[in-house]
């Protein structure tokens, strides 16, 4: 087994659009968090032939300083799947139930805490798996990538 917990939830299959969007999401990578600044405005030579933008590209970076601070400090916010192993699987590719879909989850357990909470938090029919069953995906997803890393090296090797 890992040395770094993995847990499985279980979920209605009807959830795994806004599960997806929870999972993808990245607010480092929001523009609406945090503006973009053209890459220019921290070209000296380019600002300096355009002294005109001096004050608009101070404004922009200060904007951006600072709500990249607020998000720092945002803790729900910082917990960022994206950055995590997981991965989502369909009840009816494991023989489970077909109207299910299941969440591997692999992280810190902190980090793992705090996932719980904010996918509870937004996925109403989100719960943690029976252990049988969260040690079958675990074993079994385990396993796939073994699978995997054998072909790999039967290719490259």
Do not use: C
Request: hydrophobic residues 35%; charged residues 35%.
């Amino acid at each position: 087994m890992n040395a770094i917990p993995a847990r499985v939830y279980v979920l209605n299959s009807s959830d795994v659009a806004a599960l997806k969007k929870i999972l993808e999401y990245d607010p480092y990578l929001d523009p609406n968090l945090i503006p973009k600044t053209p890459k220019e405005w921290d070209d000296p030579k380019y600002m300096e032939k355009h002294p005109e933008l001096k004050a608009e590209a101070e404004k922009k970076k200060k904007e951006s300083e600072d709500a990249l601070s607020r998000l720092k400090n945002d803790k729900e916010l910082n917990t960022i799947f994206a950055r995590q192993d997981y991965q989502i699987k369909d009840g009816i590719s494991l023989g489970l139930d077909r109207e299910k879909s299941y969440l591997y989850l692999n992280a810190d357990e902190a980090f793992l805490d705090a996932g719980e909470a904010k996918l509870k938090k937004n996925i109403t029919s989100l719960q943690r798996a029976p252990k049988e069953v969260e040690n079958q995906i675990i074993d079994r997803i385990e396993e796939e990538r073994q699978k995997s890393d054998q072909g790999l090296g039967f290719i490259f090797g």
